[in-house]
C-alpha cells in the first residue's frame, strides 16, 4: 500500500540532470542512477527554468550580484550576463513557470542543480565571474522555498529520497 501511495509524489527536477543538455554551455549534468530510477517510476517533473523563461542553448554565464535568489524575487538586485546583459525577467519568468508545475502535481520535493542562478540551493556564484561562491540559493530555488518545496541538489540525493519517504 505505502509503495502505490508513494508513486503519487512526484519530484521537481533539473532538465540537465536528466541527460537533457540544456546547461548555458549546450552541455547536461549526469543523470544520476536514483533520477534514473525515479524517472522509470514516472515521478519526475523536470524543468530548465532558464530555457522554459526563454533564454537560448548555449547562452552566456550569468550570475546574481551577492548570489542571493531571494532579493532577485525582491526586485533588488538583477540577474546579468558575463556580458552585462540584464535576464532578470526570463529568470523570474522560469521560476514563476516551476513554481506553476509545483502547484499542478503537488510537489513537496525538488532536486535541483547545485550552484547554479536558478537552481542552486546552497551555494551560488557572486556575481563577479571570478569563480567565487558564496552562501545562497538560485531564483527558482528561492521561489520554490516559499512555497514550502524542500530542494536538494543532485548532491543530496540520499536525503531526497529520506524526504520523499517522509512524505508517504
Ligand atoms: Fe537549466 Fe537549472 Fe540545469 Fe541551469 S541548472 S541548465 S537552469 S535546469
Known amino acids: ?3 502505490s501511495r508513494s508513486k503519487q509524489h512526484k519530484v521537481l527536477v533539473s532538465a ?5 543538455p540544456v546547461r548555458y554551455d549546450g552541455r547536461a549534468s549526469g543523470h544520476p542512477d536514483l533520477l534514473q530510477r525515479w524517472q522509470s517510476a514516472g515521478r519526475i517533473v523536470p524543468l530548465c527554468p532558464e530555457v522554459a ?3 537560448p542553448t548555449p547562452r552566456p554565464p550569468a550570475e546574481i550580484p551577492g548570489g542571493q535568489g531571494s ?3 525582491n526586485g533588488q538586485v538583477k540577474v546579468v550576463t558575463v556580458a552585462g546583459e540584464d535576464v532578470s525577467a526570463q529568470f523570474l519568468l522560469g521560476a514563476q513557470l516551476a513554481l506553476e508545475l509545483v502547484r499542478r502535481h503537488g510537489i513537496r520535493i525538488a ?3 547545485s ?5 542552486g540551493n546552497l551555494l551560488t556564484y557572486d556575481g563577479t565571474f571570478s569563480g567565487t561562491r558564496v552562501t545562497g540559493e538560485g531564483v527558482t530555488t528561492a521561489l520554490l ?4 518545496v524542500q530542494v536538494f541538489s543532485e548532491l543530496e ?3 531526497a529520497e529520506q524526504a520523499l519517504k517522509q512524505l508517504l
Request: proline letters at 3%.
Open 115 to 119: 550552484g547554479s542562478p536558478s537552481c
Open 157 to 159: 540525493l540520499e536525503a
Open 145 to 148: 522555498r516559499r512555497e514550502g
Open 71 to 73: 532579493d532577485v524575487l
Open 16 to 20: 540537465c540532470l536528466l541527460g537533457q
Open 53 to 55: 523563461g526563454g533564454l
Open 111 to 113: 532536486v535541483l542543480k
Open 1 to 3: 500500500m505505502a509503495t
